[in-house]
């Protein structure tokens, strides 16, 4: 099985390459400049005919927001969208072949992986992982390459030691090279076959030495036969031994004349056995005379004369119980026995006629028993004669055997069944030779069809001399010479091909990719099997439509920063940042368009800073008069005093705050009373817990008589109820930004908006609830899915709109926002009431409060949480204001991010 993240990392791929096509098919940025429905179409046509589909698509989604419902730009759309699709289907089909020869790499067929690597190559040409995988491909082989060297080497030497009998070594050699290949049978087959070798050479060592031990005894007693068969015994076991051979050849002389004496003695034997001494003396003396050392014959002799000598004693009587006995035993039909006796009888009386004629009627019983006897064992020869014609020669050793033992003095049987040991060591040869041949066939075969021709050649040499009467290997030797002539000229192609692949990378590496393509080209036409020149031809061609897309990009976001360099001049700081944002969008981290921001969000603060100060200053000024014109001098001088610190260069505050000065000196005799007033409306501002009202009052109390202490307490005690006040606000307002920044992360983001306005209203001096807003407002802006409505229009009072667009797809529904872009045209709060549905029939609805106020809001209503919003194509949405008439500028359906 693949490494786990084989399968893992194609089904993230996968998903990754989904999500690529789900982003390419958003409009770009660029896509937004074009100014009619015309100019859209124009553009979307001239990029499809380019085959530049996303161009194409954007181009045609800006035209429906021309023209919502144009049938040819949403046809057109539908074309691009099943082009873009039969794209994701070729990707499919190459994770197919990817998975193919995954399977393939991990069971070690690397040709067949090689092959479908390069196949996905050809569907997606330059693919990191593909190419990966053939270069590892190409250094398992080369190291393959290696090991089958360095097993052959250790093989060959194997064979060469259990040649020379040096079994240990060549075990060891056999081990090596199973280490480097543990899947081949060969070597373990090879130490078995060489442990089986050393055990039956151990064996044979072991009986060669008793065998040569015992001839060694054999030939201190002057043995010579028995230690001439013990010395070929010997021998039978290595054959090769010369000094064996020597030995047999210096002791056989003897031995030969000694087998004689052996024969001759034994013939001796059976006659003093059968008691027919006379000719039993004859044959001890004959023996006596080959091997006059030996003392057995003249023992015998010696043995037969007391024999005689005590039989002659009485030799009537001894006659007749001899003859006597004879006849008994001839009479039990013990022959043999009866020989003996009617010998010792004629031995004692040699002119008595009866022990001959019962001698001769014996010598006629054997006669006729010794003809039977030739009959049985004439066929038992015949029969082993044919089964050894016949090559089965386990049945006519068996037979042949039974013969020699029928007739041990017969060499017949003995020649026979030396040829057939013979055959059979033959045989066993041959068998050795066929296993070392076919071994060796195999192997070079398997060199052969891994291209290592020469080491092959070798094999089938080495084969060649075992069998040279097979074709087989000197065939194969042919065919891997022509095989090596047409490498030649392959080579030469080799050659051309490799030149103008190094004149092609050359040529890249500087950056000359029209030249370099065309080194590749040419290289293509001398192999054009060969995938590298086509995969390189191919990433030269997507650098350059790259590099094409690049310039655009930065037209584009050129195009951008002008325009908010445009924006900011004229002031409208919130549309240049965005301009700018937008060109961050296009070409991401671009220091530009991240300067022109920063500095755009410095300009805008500081531009809003002075806008608050002016403001402050009004008011101030406004306050001021007011407390003037309501005869409040000592408010009215401390508001003067705070305007002329916001602003010290204007003149009228100090005007006003002459004039003040003038009054309050001409009231200075009224002080005590003022300061009385003022105290009374301060304590009861405080009464009331109005503390900010409290503490104005007493310092107006303050301001006619400094010296008192009271008014000070009494501003203290309202400043600390105040900052008791602002810990509660503070607290009240922590808690609301808190439950507002949740739903945003849960991208609840209607009901986040409701919690940053609560915020709002509890600080209004915090700027991070308005940002907040803001930028949701930006997101439902931005990831807009269609516009219900897209010109201002105005709906009167108690009147219903209605309004087609296109059902949503079912994976975007849930997270459905609608954005409404609305101004009251009638100065007082009231209600929208939305209404959706489709060809069945109304579906659901929403309202809208719209606040007192002329200026434009933004309303963002989460839908995608109603059920018959997400469950139901709907294709329709009304508008009913209730009591007061609204102008509408977009009504959009988005979605969160």
């Known amino acids: 099985m693949r490494n786990p993240t084989t399968r893992q990392q194609m089904a993230l791929l996968r998903s990754v390459s989904l999500l690529f096509l789900l982003l390419l098919l958003l409009p770009p940025l660029f896509a937004q400049q074009i100014g009619s429905f015309d100019e859209a179409i124009e553009m979307g046509d001239r990029y499809y005919k380019q085959k530049k589909y996303l161009d194409a698509k954007a181009y045609y989604q800006m035209a429906l927001k021309y023209k919502a419902g144009d049938s040819y730009a949403k046809s057109q759309i539908s074309a691009i969208v099943e082009l873009l699709k039969a794209g994701m289907e070729k990707e499919d089909e190459y994770f197919d072949i990817v998975d193919l020869a995954d399977v393939f790499y991990e069971e070690g067929a690397y040709d067949k992986a090689l092959t479908q690597y390069r196949k996905a190559l050809e569907v997606v040409p330059g693919d990191e992982y593909a190419n990966k995988k053939i270069a590892d491909i190409l250094r398992v082989k080369n190291e393959e390459k290696e090991r089958i060297a360095s097993y052959n080497k250790a093989m060959e030497k194997g064979e060469k030691l259990m040649a020379e009998k040096n079994y240990p070594e060549a075990i060891k050699a056999f081990g090596q090279a199973r ?35 015992a001839a060694g005894r054999y030939l201190l007693v002057k043995d010579y036969a028995t230690a001439l068969e013990h010395y070929q015994n010997a021998q039978n076991l290595f054959p090769e031994d010369e000094k064996i051979a020597q030995k047999i050849e210096e ?32 044959k001890y003396r004959e023996a006596g005379k080959l091997w006059p050392e030996n003392s057995y014959p003249v023992d015998m002799i010696s043995k037969i004369e007391d024999q005689l000598a005590l039989q002659r004693k009485d030799l009537e009587n001894n006659y007749r119980r001899s003859v006597e006995r004879a006849d008994s035993l001839l009479g039990l039909n013990l022959y043999t026995e009866a020989r003996a006796e009617y010998n010792l009888a004629l031995t004692l009386k040699p002119a008595e006629k009866y022990p001959k004629a019962k001698l001769e009627e014996i010598k006629a019983y054997f006669a006729e028993q010794q003809k039977a006897f030739e009959a049985d064992y004439a066929q038992k020869v015949a029969e082993a004669d044919r089964f050894f014609k016949d090559g089965e020669y386990e049945r006519a050793k068996s037979l042949y055997q039974t013969a ?28 050795r030779k066929d296993t070392a041949y076919n071994s060796l066939i195999a192997e070079a075969d398997r060199l052969f069809e891994n291209g290592h021709y020469d080491l092959a050649i070798s094999k089938y040499e080495e084969a060649k001399t075992l069998k040279a009467t097979d074709d087989y290997p ?13 490498a030649q000229k392959q080579k030469e192609t080799d050659e051309a091909f490799g030149k103008q692949m190094v004149l092609a990378i050359r040529l890249f590496n500087e950056g000359q990719l029209e030249a370099a393509k065309q080194a590749y080209e040419n290289a293509r036409e001398l192999k054009p099997y060969d995938l590298q020149p086509k995969v390189q031809i191919a990433r030269i061609d997507s650098i350059t439509r790259a590099r094409i897309q690049q310039a655009e990009i930065e037209k584009a976001s050129a195009a951008l920063i002008a325009k908010g360099d445009s924006l900011r001049d004229a002031k409208a700081y919130d549309a240049a940042i965005l ?52 005869k409040n001098y000592e408010l009215a001088k401390t508001a003067y005093e ?17 004039e003040t000065v003038h009054i309050l000196k001409r009231l200075a005799l009224e002080q005590q009373k003022r300061f009385n007033e003022a105290i009374v409306k301060g304590d009861n501002f405080y009464e009331q817990e109005n503390y900010q009202e409290a503490v104005l009052q007493y310092k107006v109390a303050e301001s006619i008589k400094p010296a008192e202490r009271y008014p000070k307490e009494r501003i203290a005690e309202c400043n600390s109820l105040l900052a008791e006040q602002l810990k509660v606000l503070k607290a009240q307002y922590d808690l609301s930004i808190a439950d507002a920044d949740k739903l945003y992360a849960t991208k609840i983001y209607d009901k986040a908006i409701k919690a940053y306005q609560n915020a709002e209203r509890i600080k209004p001096d915090e700027d991070y609830p308005r940002e907040q807003i803001t930028k949701i407002t930006r997101l439902i802006e931005k990831n807009a899915i269609t516009d219900v409505v897209t010109d201002t229009i105005t709906i009167n009072s108690q009147s219903t709109e209605r309004f087609a667009f296109s059902p949503l797809p079912i994976n975007v529904r849930k997270s459905n926002y609608i954005l409404i872009k609305a101004r009251n045209l009638s100065g007082k709060s009231f209600k929208i009431i939305f209404t959706y549905g489709s060809t069945k029939g109304k579906n659901g609805g929403f309202v809208v409060q719209v606040p007192e106020g002329e200026g434009y809001n933004d309303y963002i209503i989460r839908v995608g949480n109603q059920y018959k919003w997400f469950s139901d194509d709907n294709d329709w949405l009304t508008i009913y204001p209730e009591n007061g008439n609204i102008e509408i500028s977009m009504v959009r359906i988005s979605k969160s991010d």
């Open 179 to 213: 280490i480097i290949y543990p899947e081949r049978s060969t070597p373990t087959e090879k130490i078995e076959t060489a442990r089986q070798l050393e055990t039956e050479y151990e064996s044979k060592l072991v009986t060669y030495k008793e065998e040569t031990e």
């Open 642 to 658: 705070k305007a002329i610190e916001l602003k010290s260069n204007e003149a009228y505050p100090k005007q006003r705050l002459g």
């Open 251 to 282: 002791i056989r002389p003897q031995a030969e004349k000694q087998q004689q004496y052996n024969e001759v003695v034994g013939a001796a034997d059976e006659l003093y056995i059968s008691k027919d001494f006379t000719a039993a003396e004859e």
């Open 404 to 431: 020699l033992e029928t007739k041990p003095d017969d060499s017949y049987p003995k020649d026979q069944l030396a040829a057939i040991e013979d055959i059979f060591r033959q045989q066993a040869e041959q068998e």
């Open 579 to 630: 301009a700018f944002e937008q060109a961050l969008e296009v070409k991401p981290k671009d220091p530009v368009a991240a300067q022109r921001l920063s500095k755009t969000k410095i300009i805008k603060r500081n531009y809003e800073k002075a806008i608050a100060k002016q403001k402050a200053f009004d008011d101030a000024v406004a306050e001021a008069d007011g407390y003037f014109d309501s």
């Open 474 to 486: 000197e065939g194969k030797i042919g065919e891997i010479r022509q095989i090596l002539a047409d």
